[in-house]
């Protein structure tokens, strides 16, 4: 009932006249840069980001949800017009969505999407709503200790259920943290990793730094190089009678869309996963208990649906461990975290008790956000594909623009912007050579957090580590962090047997 | 790409060992009464890198990695062209930031990415290159009351910020 009213409450804050506006902008803006190919939430967030110092941070919280929550539906827009994905999200949606397109069915495509991505953010955020106020009342009991091993269990989970190549992940997550260790100690406060006295050093480096570098300027080179310039868009029909017949065959997939939206909400919490692989299992699943598992990969509308109410639960989902335990689920809610950090509000349970009116707020303004990108895509579909036929010359530099002034407005300083380009060509060079870039982003909002937990943890036991053994929950995420890390070596044994009795 | 990997790999390790030696200029073991040194957290998560560096080396020089099997070269002459204008142009505008400020480097930028590189008309180009500085300037300098950087053109928007305030 309490959750009830603080809904009620967080309804009210959220449909005042500037959230409303915000959420309307953000939906459309987000949808835009989703739809963009190669960009996504975690790009439009980051370039954004210093866009909302002008707004209170509740204000601010809710423009960038909303972006969220329609790029995650924008990126099935280009996987579907042009088979690029807009995202890594919206990958497993070209798998069905770009033949459905060839077929002459773009718009019936477009729209299962739509509605998909609306039942699983709808899902996703009821569910978050239930979980949400208990998991911040057991947080509120986490002390240095507890909060340490949570993030290393958070890093753990890129190495456990990654899946991309652990030296390279483990580099990455290391980089991250080092990076966000630069500046002034915390404890002695002398200079730390100044390379020599420069004096931009001093500030530390600012997250939105390195997200900026790594999902702006390294994003758009990726997409040069891969794109070289030139995209291919469907022609679509968009009418009235079109879309209701469209809405009518949907109808059959409700068991589908359900699957997804759990699945993804599921996938979603876990601190590495996200909506990628949430919605690629949401693929595998539906494709592996239908009746006609060879209608997938040709156009079966069961294979959008799938992973867009997949990917839409998910990230509503990764939106639970941010502001609960302050541990971000995805690259972009990393973003809001740092965003959180920057407007004055300390990440973690205790915004549950501390700012009710920020997180009820954003919570309401998820359902309303979802509500508007559904509007907003089905009624701005012809303008999408109007922008998608842009050349991408004319995209590129406005985004690089916005990349190199977003850089410079949080910290004012020259310095940022210079580190912000070597971070994102160095980034290109590294994603080229299948560097994972998304725990660098995390472990540098994370790094700052992380060392103090540690440092007090230790001060407190004397400098042993088993405080972080003896402590019922710090024992539980060190226990499922030691697991994460093996996973790999025990697939790797249990893939080598199979091998040895065939060899047998 | 192979040759890539490996490369990426000594130059990341080397760069591993230049942080732990900066790390080290603070303590780096137990305070007593302090608890960890100030520079204990980079120090061994720098070390962790090194390591990481290693076997990231390792791999490639035995082939285990996608990336070291790949007979594909780590970037095409187009690619370079495309990497090299690109970037290229990115830190022209950034160092022209410092001359002619964000209102002189932004249309420098503009035309000559569209005109030059995209091949757009003179036409397409001045609407973007004469709009975009005056949305930015509207939206940042007065909107958000964000200063960009002006280099030499400074006094110039005197006037412009007398007119507004």
Known sequence: ?504 | MRMAEIVMGIAMGVFSLYLMWKSAELPIGWIAGEGPGGGSWPFWLSAIMLLCCFAIVYRGVKRLTPESRSEEPFMTDQTIKLFALNAGSLAVMIGLFHIVGAYGAIPAFLIFYLRFMGGHSWRLTGIFAFFTPIATFLFFEIALQKTLPKGYTDPWFEPIFAFFY
Not at chain 1, 32 to 46: D, E
Not at chain 1, 475 to 503: C, H, T
């Open chain 1, 1 to 504: 009932m309490e959750i009830f009213e603080l809904l009620i409450n967080g309804f009210v804050i959220a449909f005042e006249p500037l959230n409303l506006a915000l959420i309307i902008l953000g939906c459309a803006v987000g949808l835009f840069i989703g739809a963009m190919p190669g960009l996504g939430s975690v790009n439009g967030v980051a370039i954004l980001l210093p866009m909302t110092f002008l707004v209170p941070p509740t204000s601010a919280i809710i423009f960038l949800g909303a972006i969220y929550y329609g790029a995650m539906y924008g990126g099935a827009i280009s996987s579907i017009m042009l088979g690029i994905p807009g995202a890594s999200t919206a990958v497993a949606t070209t798998f069905d969505g770009r033949p459905m397109a060839l077929q002459g069915h773009a718009d019936k495509a477009l729209v299962a999407a739509a509605t998909a991505s609306f039942v699983g953010g709808s899902v996703g955020v009821i569910l978050f709503t239930l979980f949400a106020p208990p998991l911040a009342e057991v947080a509120l009991t986490f002390g240095s200790p507890e909060i340490f091993s949570l993030m290393l269990m958070a890093f753990a989970t890129f190495v456990g259920l990654g899946g991309d190549d652990i030296p390279k992940t483990l580099f990455s997550i290391c980089i991250g943290l080092v990076l966000g260790a630069v500046g002034l100690d915390i404890i002695s406060g002398e200079p730390r990793l100044i390379f020599g006295g420069i004096t931009g050093f001093f500030h530390g480096i600012n997250f939105l730094v390195l997200a900026i570098g790594i999902y702006g300027i390294a994003e758009m080179l990726w997409t040069i190089e891969v794109s070289q310039g030139k995209v291919m868009i469907s022609q679509a029909t968009v009418t009235y009678k079109r879309t209701m017949n469209a809405l009518r065959e949907l109808m059959g997939t409700w068991k589908t869309m359900l699957m997804g939206s759990f699945l993804g909400y599921f996938v979603g919490i876990l601190p590495a996963a996200g909506a990628t692989p949430g919605a690629l299992m949401a693929y595998g699943v539906a494709k592996t208990t239908a009746k006609d598992p060879e209608t997938y990969g040709k156009g079966n509308i069961n294979g959008i649906v799938a992973p867009e109410s997949a990917n839409n639960a998910a990230s509503t989902g990764a939106m639970l461990p941010m502001l609960t335990l302050g541990i971000p689920g995805s690259p972009t809610t990393a973003i809001l975290l740092g965003g959180m950090v920057i407007w004055g509000l300390e990440p973690g349970p205790l915004v549950f008790t501390n700012h009710p009116d920020f997180v009820w707020g954003f919570i309401a303004s998820l359902y309303a956000a979802n509500l508007f990108a559904l509007l907003i895509n089905i009624a701005f579909i012809p303008a999408f594909i109007w922008v998608l036929r842009l050349p991408f010359t004319i995209l590129a530099p406005i985004i690089f623009i916005l990349c190199i002034v977003g850089g410079f407005v949080p910290t004012m300083d020259m310095h940022d912007v210079w580190l912000m380009l070597i971070f994102g060509v160095v980034g290109y060079l590294m994603r080229k050579l299948d560097y994972p870039m998304a725990p660098a982003v995390l472990a540098i909002v994370l790094g700052p957090l992380a060392e103090p937990a540690l440092r007090q943890s230790l001060l407190i036991s004397g400098g042993s580590f088993s405080i972080f053994f003896t402590r019922p929950f710090a024992s539980v995420f060190m226990a499922i962090a030691f697991v994460l890390l093996a996973l790999p070596l025990l697939k790797k044994l249990l893939d080598r047997k199979p091998a040895a009795e065939k060899a047998e």
